[in-house]
């Protein structure tokens, strides 16, 4: 294989619009995978966009405020691929997870990148947390098709793997 064909293959799941779901313990290097792949993916000509699922969330949550949601939905929606970096790290109240549920399958077809310190059969797993329409939330991220990669990687620490 040639060296201009390896981005190309590497990209296929980009291409396909497949998800990616990064998840281990704190420090093995999840962020570091989500943004080496948008880097990749933007040398390539995609459009990627990188946040922490908070900071997302907090910003649909000023759409609703100001009236601008649909607009920031929009500007979520664009972006060939979306990285949700820290996900499942806190309770979602009803609006959260309603806005999470339309982010999700507005972006259907368009990949995401997920990053989470918890697996995804632990994601919110008390049905009466971050439910939306009767579903877990991590219930309808996992439909999407998307490949679970467990980091396995020990944790660094300045740089250096640790004992």
Avoid at 9 to 34: D, M, Q
Avoid at 117 to 132: E, G, H, I
Wanted: hydrophobic share 40%.
């Amino acid at each position: 294989m040639t060296q201009k064909a390896a981005p190309a293959v590497a990209l296929r799941w980009l291409h396909a619009g497949e998800s990616v779901i990064l998840f281990g313990p704190v420090g093995v290097g999840k962020a570091h995978i989500a943004q080496a792949l948008s880097h990749l993916a933007v040398r390539q000509g995609s459009h990627v966009r990188y946040s922490k699922t908070s900071r997302i969330l907090a910003d649909l949550a000023g759409g609703h405020a100001d009236r601008t949601w649909e607009k920031r939905i929009r500007e979520l929606v664009r972006p060939d691929a979306l990285i949700l970096d820290d996900f499942a790290m806190r309770q979602l109240s009803a609006t959260q997870a309603d806005d999470l549920y339309e982010l999700v399958s507005e972006r259907q077809g368009r990949t995401l990148i997920i990053t989470s310190n918890r697996a995804p059969s632990d994601w919110y797993p008390q049905p009466s947390s971050a439910t939306v329409r009767g579903r877990p939330i991590g219930s309808m991220v996992i439909c999407l098709t998307c490949r679970c990669v467990p980091a396995v990687c020990s944790p660094m620490a300045r740089g250096k793997p640790s004992a």
